[in-house]
C-alpha cells in the first residue's frame, strides 16, 4: 500500500467525523485511495486490527456463530450472502469453504490476507459490527457482520463471540 497524503487523511477524517455511518467504499473512490486507509481513519474505538495470518482461525471461530451476513462490495457490485458461515479447510493452497448444495461456498486466498479488521459503526441508523478482511493491496477480500434478530438487534450471542474473539486476536479496540 503506497503512502497517503496526511491532507487526504484529514478529509476522510472529516467526511467521517460529518456523516459516521457513510459508505467507506464511496469516500475511498472519492479520495481515490484503498478502502484500508480509510479504516484507518475510523475513531480508535471502533477499529482493532490482527495480522492476516489469522484468517484460517477468525473463519473458523465465525463458523460456529450461527446466521452471519457475508458481503463482497467491488466497484460493480455489493453481493450479501445471510446464513451461517460454512466451515473450511485448506486444500490446493485455498480455503475451501463447505457449504454444500446450499448456502454459502467457494474458495479463499488465506495468503492474500493482509490484515484482519474488527469494526463497530452505525450504519443506516442501526450499531454494525463486523470482521473486514484486506488484502495487501489495501481492499476488501469480503466483510462478515454480526447477524441480527427478528428485532432486528445485533445478536447478543455473536456480540459476545465478537468481543472475545476481537480481544484475543487484536487488543481491546484501537489500531
Not at 25 to 41: I, K, Q, Y
Not at 117 to 134: A, D, I, K, N, W
Request: contains cysteine.
Amino acid at each position: 500500500m503506497t503512502q497517503t497524503e496526511p491532507a487526504t487523511i484529514e478529509k476522510i477524517r472529516e467526511a467521517i467525523t460529518a456523516k459516521p455511518d457513510g459508505i467507506l467504499e464511496m469516500l475511498a473512490a472519492e479520495h481515490a485511495v484503498p478502502l484500508r486507509v480509510v479504516m484507518d481513519c475510523l475513531p480508535g474505538e471502533s477499529v482493532a486490527i490482527a495480522d492476516g495470518t489469522r484468517f484460517v482461525e477468525v473463519l473458523g471461530d465465525i463458523a460456529e456463530w450461527g446466521d452471519i451476513t457475508f458481503i463482497c462490495h467491488s466497484k460493480d457490485a455489493v453481493i450479501e450472502v445471510s446464513g451461517p458461515l460454512p466451515h473450511g479447510r485448506i486444500g490446493h493452497g485455498m480455503y475451501n469453504l463447505q457449504g454444500g448444495k446450499s448456502g454459502l461456498s467457494g474458495h479463499l486466498r488465506p495468503e492474500r490476507c493482509a490484515a484482519i479488521y474488527f469494526v463497530r459503526r452505525p450504519f443506516m441508523g442501526l450499531e454494525t459490527m463486523s470482521v473486514q478482511f484486506f488484502n495487501a493491496e489495501g481492499e476488501a477480500m469480503f466483510k462478515i457482520y454480526v447477524g441480527r434478530d427478528e428485532e432486528r438487534r445485533l445478536r447478543a450471542g455473536q456480540v459476545e463471540r465478537f468481543l472475545r474473539l476481537q480481544a484475543r486476536l487484536a487488543g481491546a479496540g484501537t489500531h
